[in-house]
Structure formats: structure tokens, C-alpha cells
């Protein structure tokens, strides 16, 4: 299991052919409170960098950009009750979709650790 | 001497430590809710109870209960005069939001617009008996052709935003009948107001920002390489966001016609140079008009407002109906589209209200009290700008503003205060904020416009408060602003609260369940 | 100038702090050939008798509501409202404020937004409110293009009852769009939309009461909107109707839009007017305008907060849902008042007399020689039929000092089937005299 990173901030956890997707502790902090969670629809095709979700925080809406190729297979329904849950735990219960990956190579373009580290210095 | 022995003590005088108050101080109270003090059985109106025989309702009669609260009047005047306590206003203090223009309301104007001739004429009624309105119309696009020296103006727009949405329509329109409607492209400086990518977008166009100069203008250079066949417009504000004028603004013109696209300019800051600078000889081809900022018609809290929109001649034959044509008999209005014009955009004529005041305000000033406003608005800006620049930071290097100063908030480095809290902090000083955040090309942007309505006196306890609060800032006092405000009605709000889980009406209490006795 | 403090004296001093030689030094950044190269040829400032005169003499030369009798309306009604309104929404705090960004210092104007969301709620028997938009006709495109963005469907089906002008503003704003569908013009209430609903349909416009004054039943429009997954957007140009009328939400209704004007706000020859807009909770994401909403402050005290904001243009620009910014606050706060002066109580007994008046203006047209009333149901306006164009009977009355209503033809040039249809209304002001004045009037004109 390796996790991903954009250069925007997203997070892909990978899992076999399947990715988790969320925004990083740092994007979380920088964004303050999260009121409001737009997900995407089951079974979206999405493209490498097409918008999948919208994160609002009161003065801030901030569009997901999809990390890699692939069709979106959940969502994380907790969030519309309890957007919060982004910023208290956005690695674990503050994911924001799931997405069957096309292609395992476009992960090979994505950050690892030491280098989104890096980039958040 | 003589002594009056029932003489109240004047000093201090043991006052205890304080309660805390549930109802609000003494003259700023904690006002309930009309459906709080109202009931659904009192009224402040006095109407006859008529009953009908042989309703012709059709069976749709309410069942639903309506459950609206009355008042009486004198609870109406009551409760209204209470919540109005709660507000800050124009007339009760300064108001420097950049952008907005919050200058002096003329109480004639609220006069004039009341009269029955103006106020109690239906948009509907024969034309031959609203001849006077019209002329009014005609009278009011007269002053803003001459002040923009302009070939048409289109009254009808509601606001700024509905303007610039109508003289963007009117830029299709145009180039739609010219077989070149596959321009798609609006070019929108980052500096732009947020209603101008909006109002791209919303007509389907692609929003391609131009970025600003370390200067805070818009570089003729960048607006050259971003043209092509498929540019529609360029949508930019002058002076702009920053409060400055762009210099190159005439060289844009060019190059924006010369690539076949138009030039829309957003007049919000049109204050700065009324009377001084007529947007036409810059070369824009339309350019709506704030009445309620440049020509003093009231914010009211958020509107009504009214947004003309002047046209060049390439675009005049766009505008929108309802307008008003002289004619040999007189005036007439013309309602229905002839020709590429593109319809309606509204149901009736615009906003007479906003007309009226704004024509009563334009010949109070005359041609030129204009002018002079228009000098005393930029004269009021570089004077706080002179005062303030060494306590505060300038973005943008030294050379003169047109009707706003703008700061950053690089002097608040390492203080822990934020552009935020400092405005909040100016709360308890008894000023408006000015505007925050914007624009967005200015790190903690501070955007001050306090407009030629303010004396000289005003705009020296203004930057005397503004400077002690920078000097306390630095000095480490941080919480004197990240508590700020604490003499305000209300302290901080929580609006994530608000966000997360909205409560946008009232709901009448459920009924508590009885405990077992 | 009276409305410019600075004495020369003070400007030379503030240019000294400035450290500029002069104004003009300040407007360096402007091109020499386009600083004041021009005469403007406007007049000079003016005292404020003369400005008054000036203006009266304009006003004078109109026909105003109260000099003769008054049956026009059309989408704008002349009703009482209360001195007291007036009064309170000149009070400088109302008057003179911005819009409510800083909460602390605008619990004023937040606490009454969130009155007037609630009572727009109640009459219209929806969810929530906005905090209003320019007017009925601009909410009503709104009203469309939120819609296709809720059911990602683009058909939308205008019924032969909308106003024509809201009918207008829907085709501007939706220019040489394939996908709007208007029918034809409805005068004798034909229900006419529940053909045209299908798979693509967004969402179906009724007015009611319509155009022409009839009633148009939303529960089988909702039905039928619902049965096919399209919306049904209700439109109400005469607000004091629900005060006798179900509630559209109580029928199904998605979206309610109405005009507000006749509610607190004077005819002003068009505006300003306030739009009023309401739907279901679970659409508030897509609705457009402000909204203002209940929260707490940092010592716990009940306050009030636009929010919902990142649906606006400020915060998502190109994104947003519209690109509205001004919008009606100060006809808000009139409406609000004169609802709260009102109450459940007034506002009923304020509805019946509307409806008893137009009652009595039918019954009298009924026995006008010459004169075809095609309403079976109204509220407080009709549609009559006369034996010929209507334009030049209107023009006649008007001569004779009576404001007989509305041509449909200023309206429907081209549509030859109404060229003799009269729209008419009557409110509470409507007297009996009024009426009797404007049937001998018709008798004659119609001879």
C-alpha cells in the first residue's frame, strides 16, 4: 500500500488497482473549516487533473482534481453529514472518493512522501 | 449659595463589578424576533373584514396555515427602530469599503423620488401619460452619454452585475450578426471583481485571466499575447482594482479592436473620474454605471441598485428594449426588439427609483460639482495613502492612487494579527472596515475609499485610529485585535456553525414534552 | 457644494501632505489627451429649490395612481402601504448601510433578512428563502437556469400564462437556446403545458394567478412535472393572492418566484422591485442570491451571518451560480415591515377585499354592453374581450382620466388574437365609484 501526492494537494492512497482520494494534512490547515462537501457521482469516468469534487470552507471553494485516469467506485457519504471529519482525520476518515485506477502507471508521475514533504516546506 | 439637594451624583460612585446583560445595553438592545413579540392575531393595519359570496377561487383556497406574525403599529415602529440601532451607516460613521463607494445619500433625492409623478406611475400605463418619466429617462442618459461621452446608454440593468451582463449580451449580440460567434474567449485581469468572471462564464464564454504587473496594472504586452480569433472581450476595470489608472488603458483599447474583440469596462470605480476622464476617449465599447455608488443613490443594505450600461456606437444598436426615442409627437418607448437588438432584460423600465435620484443628484452637483467630487474622492485617497504609508505597506510603490488606498499586510509580519483582525479592531474604534481580501492579487489586502464625502477632520481621527493601531500591533498587543470587536452588538460570529448546518428561517419551538408529574 | 466638506484652504493643505503641486498631478497616470480635454456643456451646481422645481415640473407632467380611477396591473399593483413603512426604511441606519459583510456591526440588517426569509417561506409554503434578487421577471430566468443545473436537463416548457415580459427575459437570458420551449398565449386559462412535459424536460413555468388573471391548478402540474423527473417552477407577479390562495408548495411545487412589490413597495414606474425566491431545503446549494442564516457569537448570543456564500461571485467567480451581487435589501426590509404590520390577519383580510373588489369590477363588466369577461376563476385582475383594438380604448379611457388597465397588444404585437383583450385589476384602493366610473366610460367608448 503506497500513498501518492499532487502537487495540488490531493492524496491517492493506493489499494491493488483501487485509489483512495483526499486532500493532505497541509491543504486541510490551509483551507480551515470545511462546511461543505460536493462528491462526485458513482461511476464518473474521470481524467487525469478533471475536476472531482468541490470542498468548501466558509470563505473558499476548492476543487478535487482527479490524481490519475479511472471511474469513481464510492463515495465517502459520511462527509454530507459531517464535512468536519476533513479536518480532523483527512488520511483516514475524512477520504473523499474512491477510484478504480486505468492506469497503474500515471502514479509513477505523482509525489511520493519525501517529495510532497518537500514541496510543503 | 443656593444648593439643590436633590442634585445626582456625578462621580462613579460604587458600581459594583458588572452582569452580564441578557437584554443588550442600554441604548443597543438584544431585540427579539417578530415571531417572537408577534402574533398571528395582531395587526397594524386597519382593513375592513369584507365577506365574499360566490368566491371565484376555483377551489384553490389556503388550507395551508399561513402562521405570520403581526405587530401593532407601535410595536412595529419598535422593533424596527431597535434592529436599525444595530446597524453602522454612512450617516452614522465613516465607511471606507473599497469598491462599494459609500458616499453621502442627499436627502432630496429620497424627496424627489417620492413624488406621486414618479413614485405612483404604473410601467404599464399609456405612454402619453407618463411623459414626464420619460423625459426624466431621456434627461438622465443625456448626462451619462456626455459624462462617458458615449453613442448610446441602456437604463434598463438592476445593478452592476445585470449590466455587465447585459453589455456583454450586447457583445455576443454584436458579433453574433457579424458570423463571429465562435469567439469564445473573455480575457479577465486577476484583479477583476468577482462579477465579471461570472458573468463570462454564465454566457457560456471561457474565462481566460490576465495576470497583473508587480505594479498592480494590466501589461499591454500580456493582453497582445493573449488575443487571438477567438477573443471575444476583454472585461477590465478602470481605475481598477488597486485604485490605480491604467496607464496603458488607451494602447489595450487598441490592440483589443485591432484583434476584432471589444472592450468592456467595469465602471465601479467610475467615482474617481466623473467629470475628468470620459471613458469613450479611452476607447471602451460599454461600461456600466453604479448609480447607487458614482451618483449617491442609497446601498439600503444590499440594494436596490441600478446599473446603466453605456454603448458605443458599434454596440448601440444591441441595446435592450424598453428604451426611450424622441419622436415628432414627443417621447415614445420603445418595447419590442427591432432588428439585432437583443430583447428584454428585465420585465419593466429599470429602476425609476434609482433614475430619479441619480439625476436629482447630478443636477445638484452639475457638471461641475462632479468634477470636483470626483477630484476630492482621489485627493481624499493619496492623503490617507501620504499619512498612513510608513505605518502601513504599499504594494505598490510610490506614485499616486485615484479613489482607494491600498495596503498589504506585510507591516503585520510576525505580530500574529491578521488583515481580519485589525478591521475588527477598527470595529471598536467606531469605523466601518474597509474592504479585506480584495483584490485577490494583494496579500491581506487592505482597500480603503473614503470617497469625497468625508471632511478633513473625519479622515484625520480616521488615520490617527489607523495608526495607533498599527503601532499597537507591532508593539505586541495582539489581543486587542484577535478579541476584537468587544463594543460591537455582537462579538465574532461563528460562521462555520452558520455553514455546516444552516438555519435560514425561523421555526416555532416544538413543544416541549411533558414531564410526568 | 453643499455635499463637499473641503474648503480650498483644506484641499491646498492636504495636496502639501500629499506633496503635490496639484490635483491634476494626482491623475499623472492618465493619458494627457483624454484628461478634461473636453467642455462638457453640462450645467453648473444648482440649489435645491431649483433642483426641486425642476424635478416637480417633470413629475407633474405624468398621470400619477391617485389623480383618477386606476385599474392597472399586469405584474404591478397599486396598494396602500402604511405610512409607518416609509417612515422606518428612511431611517439612516436602513438607509444608509452596506451590505451586511460585517456581521457585528449588522445584526440589523442580518436579523430582518432572516424575518423576511422566514415570512417568504411561510407564504409561498417552502423550505427556505433567499434574501432577495432584482424581480420577479430577472428571478424567474434565474429560477430556469437553477433548475438545469439541479436535474442536469436542459428543456424548459414557458406555459401561454407566464407574462409575457418574464416570458421575454427568460429568451434574453437563454439566448438562441434550441431548448426553451414557449407556448402560445393562453386568455381563456386553457391548461396547456402537461402535453409538453418528457423525459428532457428541466422544468415546466406556471404562473398563477397567470397572466390573465385565471387560477392554474399546480397539483396536476406537479404530478405531472414530478411523474417525468422535471421540475415545476411556480411564478406569482401578485403576492397579496396568497393571502386567500394555497400555498404552491403545499401543491409541489420546487421553486417559487414572485414579485414583491405590491407588498411595501410603490409602482416607481418598474422598479426598483423586489424579486422573491423560495424552494426545497435540498436544492439550497443551487439557489441563487444571498442568504442569511442563524448562528452564535463568541459569548454564545444568537446572531445572524450571510452564509452559504461559496455559491456566490465573489468567493466562486466563474463558478458561481449566478452572477448576482446588488440585489433588493431596502424593498426587502419595506416588504418585511409591511408583512409584520400586517400579520396572518391583516394579510387575509387584505386578500378577501383585493378579491371581493375585483369581484364587484367583474360583476360590474359583465354588464357592460359590448364587454366579454373570459375569467371563470381570478383573484384580483381579469381579462376582458371588447368588440375592437384594445390600444385605442386604453388611450381613449386614459384621455377621459381613467387608467382602464392594460392592452394585451403593448405586449403581444404580433399575436392578432388579442388585439381586443383588456387586462384589468383591482385592489383594496379600487372604489365603487371607481368602477362605475369606468363602466360608463367602456359603455361609451364601445358604442
Given at each position: 500500500m503506497t500513498t501518492k501526492y499532487t502537487p495540488d494537494h490531493e492524496y491517492i492512497r493506493v489499494e491493488g488497482s483501487t485509489g483512495i482520494v483526499g486532500i493532505t494534512q497541509y491543504a486541510q490547515e490551509q483551507l480551515g473549516?470545511?462546511?461543505f462537501v460536493e462528491l462526485p457521482a458513482i461511476g464518473k469516468v474521470l481524467k487525469?487533473?478533471?475536476?472531482a469534487a468541490v470542498v468548501e470552507s466558509v470563505k473558499a471553494a476548492s476543487e478535487i482534481y482527479a490524481p490519475v485516469a479511472g471511474t469513481v467506485t464510492?463515495?465517502?457519504?459520511?462527509l454530507g453529514g459531517e464535512p468536519g471529519l476533513i479536518n480532523q482525520a483527512p488520511d483516514s476518515t475524512g477520504w473523499i472518493y474512491k477510484i478504480a485506477i486505468?492506469?497503474?502507471?500515471?502514479?509513477?508521475?505523482l509525489l511520493d512522501d519525501a517529495a510532497y514533504a518537500d514541496l510543503t516546506k | 449659595m443656593s444648593m439643590n439637594n436633590q442634585g445626582r451624583p456625578s462621580g462613579i460612585g460604587n458600581v459594583g463589578s458588572g452582569f452580564a446583560s441578557t437584554s443588550g445595553s442600554a441604548l443597543l438592545p438584544n431585540e427579539p424576533l417578530l415571531f417572537e413579540i408577534g402574533d398571528?392575531?395582531?395587526?397594524g393595519v386597519d382593513l375592513p373584514d369584507v365577506t365574499i359570496s360566490g368566491s371565484r377561487l376555483g377551489g384553490f383556497e389556503?388550507?395551508?396555515?399561513?402562521d405570520l406574525a403581526g405587530l401593532t403599529e407601535p410595536e412595529a415602529m419598535r422593533h424596527y427602530v431597535r434592529l436599525s440601532r444595530l446597524n453602522h451607516s454612512i450617516d452614522s460613521g465613516m465607511y471606507p469599503l473599497g469598491s462599494c463607494t459609500m458616499k453621502h445619500n442627499p436627502r432630496l433625492n429620497e424627496k424627489m423620488a417620492r413624488l406621486p409623478g414618479f413614485a405612483?406611475?404604473?410601467?404599464?400605463?399609456?405612454?402619453s401619460t407618463v411623459q414626464g418619466a420619460l423625459e426624466l429617462m431621456n434627461q438622465l442618459s443625456h448626462w451619462l452619454m456626455t459624462l462617458?461621452?458615449?453613442?448610446?446608454?441602456?437604463?434598463?440593468?438592476?445593478a452592476g452585475a445585470h449590466g455587465e451582463l447585459l453589455g456583454m449580451m450586447a457583445i455576443k449580440a454584436a458579433q453574433d450578426a457579424a458570423g463571429?460567434?465562435?469567439?469564445?474567449i473573455v480575457l479577465v485581469p486577476?484583479?477583476?471583481?468577482?462579477?465579471n468572471p461570472a458573468t463570462a462564464a454564465f454566457l457560456g464564454y471561457t474565462v481566460k485571466p490576465i495576470p497583473a504587473r508587480d505594479d498592480g496594472t494590466v501589461d499591454v504586452q500580456a493582453v497582445k499575447d493573449a488575443l487571438?480569433?477567438?477573443?471575444?472581450a476583454i472585461m477590465l476595470t478602470n481605475p481598477n482594482t488597486?485604485?490605480?489608472?491604467?496607464?496603458?488603458v488607451i494602447e489595450i483599447a487598441e490592440a483589443v479592436h485591432q484583434a476584432g474583440a471589444f472592450f468592456y469596462c467595469d465602471?465601479?470605480?467610475?467615482n474617481a473620474i466623473?467629470?475628468?476622464?470620459?471613458?469613450g476617449d479611452l476607447g471602451i465599447d460599454a461600461m456600466h454605471i453604479n448609480l447607487h455608488k458614482t451618483f449617491s443613490t442609497p446601498h439600503g443594505g444590499g440594494g436596490p441598485g441600478a446599473g446603466p450600461v453605456v454603448l458605443s456606437a458599434a454596440l448601440a444598436p444591441f441595446a435592450p428594449v424598453p428604451f426611450v426615442r424622441k419622436t415628432a409627437d414627443g417621447l415614445e418607448l420603445v418595447e419590442h426588439a427591432e432588428g439585432e437588438a437583443l430583447g428584454?432584460?428585465?420585465?419593466?423600465?429599470?429602476q425609476m427609483g434609482m433614475y430619479v435620484r441619480a439625476l436629482t443628484y447630478m443636477l445638484s452637483h452639475g457638471g461641475d460639482g462632479l468634477a470636483q467630487a470626483a477630484e476630492d474622492a482621489v485627493l481624499n485617497a493619496n492623503y490617507i495613502k501620504a499619512r498612513l504609508q510608513h505605518a502601513f505597506s504599499v504594494p505598490f510603490g510610490d506614485y499616486p492612487t485615484m479613489h482607494e488606498a491600498l495596503f498589504d499586510d506585510s507591516f503585520l509580519a510576525?505580530?500574529?494579527?491578521?488583515t481580519l483582525d485589525f478591521a475588527k479592531a477598527l470595529i471598536d474604534e467606531g469605523f466601518h472596515p474597509m474592504t479585506?481580501?480584495?483584490?485577490?492579487?494583494?496579500?491581506?489586502a487592505m482597500l480603503i475609499e473614503p470617497t469625497e464625502s468625508e471632511s478633513k477632520q473625519t479622515l484625520d481621527r480616521f488615520c490617527d485610529v489607523m495608526e495607533e493601531l498599527a503601532i499597537d500591533a507591532k508593539a505586541g498587543n495582539k489581543d486587542r485585535f484577535t478579541a476584537a470587536?468587544?463594543?460591537?452588538?455582537?462579538?465574532?460570529?461563528d460562521e462555520t456553525r452558520a455553514a455546516r448546518s444552516p438555519i435560514l428561517k425561523w421555526e416555532?419551538?416544538?413543544?416541549l414534552p411533558k414531564a410526568a408529574e | 457644494m453643499r455635499y463637499l466638506p473641503h474648503s480650498d484652504a483644506e484641499r491646498a493643505e492636504m495636496l502639501g501632505v500629499i506633496g503635490a503641486?496639484?490635483?491634476e498631478a494626482l491623475f499623472s497616470a492618465v493619458p494627457t489627451r483624454a484628461?478634461?480635454?473636453?467642455?462638457?456643456g453640462l450645467p453648473a451646481h444648482s440649489p435645491e429649490f431649483l433642483v426641486e422645481a425642476h424635478m416637480r415640473a417633470l413629475s407633474a407632467k405624468n398621470h400619477s395612481g391617485g389623480d383618477g380611477p386606476f385599474f392597472v396591473g399586469a405584474g404591478a399593483y397599486r396598494h396602500h402601504v402604511p405610512a409607518s413603512v416609509d417612515h422606518l426604511i428612511q431611517r439612516s441606519e436602513w438607509?444608509?448601510?452596506?451590505?451586511?459583510?460585517?456581521?457585528e456591526i449588522s445584526q440589523g440588517t442580518l436579523q430582518m433578512l432572516f424575518e423576511f426569509q422566514t415570512q417568504v417561506a411561510k407564504l409561498t409554503g417552502m423550505d427556505v428563502a433567499n434574501a432577495?434578487?432584482?424581480d420577479g421577471s430577472t428571478g424567474t430566468a434565474e429560477a430556469v437556469l437553477m433548475a438545469r443545473r439541479l436535474t442536469r436537463r436542459n428543456k424548459i416548457v414557458l406555459s401561454g400564462g407566464l407574462h409575457p415580459h418574464y416570458r421575454d427575459v427568460v429568451k434574453a437570458y437563454l439566448k438562441?437556446?434550441?431548448d426553451l420551449e414557449c407556448l402560445s398565449a393562453s386568455p381563456e386559462g386553457q391548461?396547456?403545458?402537461?402535453?409538453?412535459?418528457?423525459?428532457?424536460?428541466?422544468a415546466i413555468v406556471i404562473q398563477t394567478?397567470?397572466?390573465?388573471g385565471h387560477l392554474r391548478n399546480l397539483k396536476t402540474a406537479a404530478d405531472a412535472a414530478h411523474a417525468k423527473g422535471a421540475l415545476l417552477i411556480v411564478v406569482i407577479t401578485?403576492?397579496?393572492s396568497l393571502g386567500l390562495l394555497e400555498a404552491p408548495g403545499a401543491y409541489g411545487a420546487d421553486i417559487v418566484v414572485a414579485e414583491?412589490?405590491?407588498?411595501?413597495?410603490?409602482?416607481n414606474f418598474g422598479g426598483p422591485y423586489l424579486g422573491l425566491m423560495a424552494t426545497r431545503k435540498e436544492f439550497i446549494r443551487q439557489m441563487p442570491g444571498r442568504v442569511c442564516g442563524e448562528t452564535v457569537d463568541a459569548d454564545g448570543q444568537r446572531g445572524f451571518v450571510l452564509t452559504l456564500?461559496?455559491?456566490?461571485q465573489h468567493i466562486?467567480?466563474?463558478?458561481?451560480?449566478?452572477?448576482?451581487?446588488?440585489?433588493s435589501g431596502l424593498c426587502a426590509l419595506a416588504f418585511s415591515i409591511h408583512m409584520a404590520l400586517l400579520g396572518e390577519a391583516g394579510f387575509t383580510r387584505l386578500a378577501r377585499l383585493n378579491h371581493e373588489r375585483a369581484s364587484a369590477l367583474a360583476d360590474a363588466l359583465g354588464k357592460v354592453a359590448g364587454v366579454e369577461l373570459l375569467n371563470k376563476t381570478f383573484f384580483n385582475e381579469m381579462t376582458i374581450r371588447v368588440g375592437k383594438p384594445a390600444a385605442g380604448v386604453i388611450e381613449a379611457l386614459a384621455q377621459r382620466g381613467?387608467?382602464?388597465?392594460?392592452?394585451v397588444s403593448r405586449l403581444e404585437?404580433?399575436?392578432?388574437?388579442?388585439?381586443?383583450l383588456i387586462v384589468l385589476a383591482a385592489t383594496e384602493l379600487t372604489t365603487d365609484a371607481d368602477i362605475a366610473a369606468l363602466c360608463a366610460a367602456l359603455s361609451e367608448e364601445l358604442q
Open positions: 473549516d470545511i462546511v487525469k487533473g478533471d475536476e464510492e463515495v465517502n457519504e459520511a486505468a492506469d497503474t502507471a500515471e502514479l509513477d508521475a | 398571528t392575531e395582531h395587526s389556503r388550507k395551508m396555515p399561513l405612483d406611475i404604473h410601467p404599464l400605463q399609456p405612454v462617458t461621452n458615449t453613442a448610446a446608454v441602456a437604463l434598463t440593468p438592476k463571429q460567434s465562435h469567439r469564445n486577476e484583479s477583476a471583481h468577482g462579477t487571438s480569433p477567438d477573443v471575444a488597486c485604485g490605480l489608472f491604467e496607464p496603458q465602471g465601479a470605480n467610475f466623473m467629470g475628468v476622464v470620459r471613458p428584454r432584460i428585465t420585465a419593466f423600465q429599470g510576525g505580530t500574529g494579527v491578521t479585506m481580501y480584495f483584490p485577490l492579487v494583494v496579500h491581506g470587536p468587544l463594543k460591537a452588538p455582537r462579538r465574532r460570529l416555532r419551538p416544538d413543544a | 503641486t496639484s490635483v484628461l478634461k480635454t473636453f467642455d462638457l438607509l444608509t448601510a452596506y451590505t451586511p459583510y460585517q456581521p432577495s434578487l432584482y438562441d437556446d434550441a391548461g396547456d403545458i402537461l402535453d409538453h412535459i418528457d423525459e428532457q424536460t428541466a394567478p397567470d397572466f390573465y401578485e403576492i397579496v414583491g412589490q405590491s407588498i411595501g413597495n410603490a409602482l456564500s461559496t455559491r456566490e466562486r467567480r466563474e463558478k458561481a451560480t449566478s452572477n448576482i451581487c446588488t440585489n381613467i387608467l382602464g388597465g392594460v392592452p404585437p404580433d399575436d392578432p388574437d388579442v388585439t381586443n
